[in-house]
C-alpha cells in the first residue's frame, strides 16, 4: 500500500519507484518544507532519481543516496556558509531483486521497519539528511533476505508527528510501531486502510485538528 496525505494542495513528501530489469527501486521521501518550496523539492528529488538510476547500471541504494546529494548540492549552490538554507530530504531508498526477494537499502535519517513473525526490527537511518550537512560520510548500506510473510515500511515522519488524541498530543512513533505491528498479518490494502482510519479520527478527536505536515507511508508484504 501506499499512504499519501499531502498537507497541502502540494506536497513536500513523495513517493517514487522505477522498474529495472530484475529490480524495482522505490523509495518514500521527506523534503525539508512543505506546500510549494517543499514540492519544488520533491520535483528534483523524482527528477535526479530517475536520471541517476538511468544513469547508473545496478547501482546500490547507498550509492544512489550518494549520487543524489551531489545533484541536491550543486543544484541548489550549496557551499555550507553560515545562515545558507539547508533544503534536502530524508529518505530511505529500496532495491528489491524480484528474483531473489533480496532486499538492498540505505536509510538518509529516516529508518525503515522489518515486521518478521510478529516481531518490529527497525533499521536506523545515518544521521544525516540528503544536502549539505556538518556530517557528510558515504550513506551506510543494508542488505536483508526477505522470508515468507515478511513486511517492510518506509515512511516520512508526518504520521508520528500528527497532533490530536484525547490529550491533544503526538502520535509518536513508538504508537506508530505498535500499530504497524498489531495490523500486520492483515493483507496490505486494510493495513493502509487501518492506518488512514487512525490518524483520521486521531487529528479529529474533540475539536477537528489541521494536518501538520505532510504524510507518506509506503508497506509492501512478501
Known amino acids: 500500500f501506499i499512504l499519501f496525505k499531502p498537507r497541502d494542495f502540494v506536497s513536500g513528501d513523495f513517493y517514487w519507484a522505477q522498474d529495472k530489469e530484475d529490480y524495482v527501486y522505490f523509495t518514500a521521501a521527506d523534503c525539508t518544507g512543505h506546500g510549494v518550496p517543499g514540492a519544488f523539492m520533491s520535483m528534483l528529488g523524482m527528477a535526479f532519481l530517475n536520471e541517476i538510476v538511468n544513469k547508473f547500471d545496478d547501482i546500490d541504494p547507498h550509492e544512489v543516496l550518494n549520487q543524489l546529494r551531489k545533484y541536491i548540492i550543486k543544484a541548489m549552490n550549496q557551499i555550507g556558509q553560515e545562515g545558507e538554507a539547508k ?77 490530536g488524541g484525547p490529550k491533544m498530543k503526538k502520535f509518536m512513533q513508538k504508537q506508530f510501531r505498535e500499530l504497524l505491528t498489531s495490523i500486520s498479518k492483515n493483507d496490505m490494502k486494510k493495513q493502509g486502510q487501518i492506518l488512514d482510519d487512525t490518524i483520521e479520527k486521531w487529528k479529529g478527536w474533540g475539536d477537528t485538528l489541521e494536518q501538520i505536515d505532510d504524510i507518506v507511508v509506503i508497506g509492501v508484504k512478501f
Not at 530524508?90 to 518478521?116: G, H, Q, S, W
Not at 548500506?141 to 500528527?162: C, E, K, M, N, R
Open 87 to 163: 533544503d534536502g530530504m530524508d529518505m530511505v531508498v529500496c532495491k528489491l531483486n524480484k528474483k531473489t526477494n533480496e532486499l538492498k537499502y540505505a536509510c538518509a535519517n529516516n529508518p525503515l521497519f522489518l515486521i518478521r513473525d510478529g516481531e518490529l526490527i527497525k533499521t536506523k537511518g545515518d544521521p544525516m539528511p540528503v544536502s549539505i550537512h556538518l556530517k557528510m560520510d558515504p550513506f551506510t548500506p543494508h542488505t536483508v533476505q526477505l522470508q515468507p510473510g515478511d513486511s517492510i515500511y518506509i515512511f516520512s515522519d508526518g504520521y508520528a508527528d500528527q497532533f
